[in-house]
Nanobody, 126 residues
Framework: QVQLVESGGGLVQAGGSLRLSCAASGRTFSTYFMGWFRQAPGKDREFVAAISRSGGNTDYSDSVKGRATISRDNAKNTSYLQMNSLKPEDTAVYYC???????????????????WGQGTQVTVSS
């Protein structure tokens, strides 16, 4: 079983950059595809990005496409979300998630993921 812990959130100015990290415990990290979601107060949880088990496939929501890069380092049991050109609308709690099995065409659905971190706050000021 995998346990996930996010870090790297904080307060940044609009136009700035941030790299979020997701540290995973367990011996089978490479068998999970990973996703990042975010949730702002009063809003639904929103898909941000996903990456396949070996890192060969990545997908992004339209709202962050071109500004975000998801990656993973299986040797370090860590996945990352690099975000550039941050906007106030990016303000949210960001969650790392993992799903066992092959990369699915339903990667954007939160129900696909079995394991979730506790989240890290990202606040973008104007």
């Amino acid at each position: 079983q995998v346990q996930l812990v996010e870090s790297g959130g904080g307060l940044v100015q609009a136009g700035g950059s941030l790299r979020l990290s997701c540290a995973a415990s367990g011996r089978t990290f490479s068998t999970y595809f990973m996703g990042w979601f975010r949730q702002a107060p009063g809003k639904d949880r929103e898909f941000v990005a996903a990456i396949s088990r070996s890192g060969g496939n990545t997908d992004y929501s339209d709202s962050v496409k071109g500004r975000a890069t998801i990656s993973r380092d299986n040797a370090k049991n860590t996945s990352y979300l690099q975000m550039n050109s941050l906007k106030p609308e990016d303000t949210a709690v960001y969650y790392c998630a993992g799903a066992p099995g092959y990369y699915s065409g339903s990667y954007y659905l939160a129900t696909m993921y079995d394991y979730w971190g506790q989240g890290t706050q990202v606040t973008v000021s104007s």
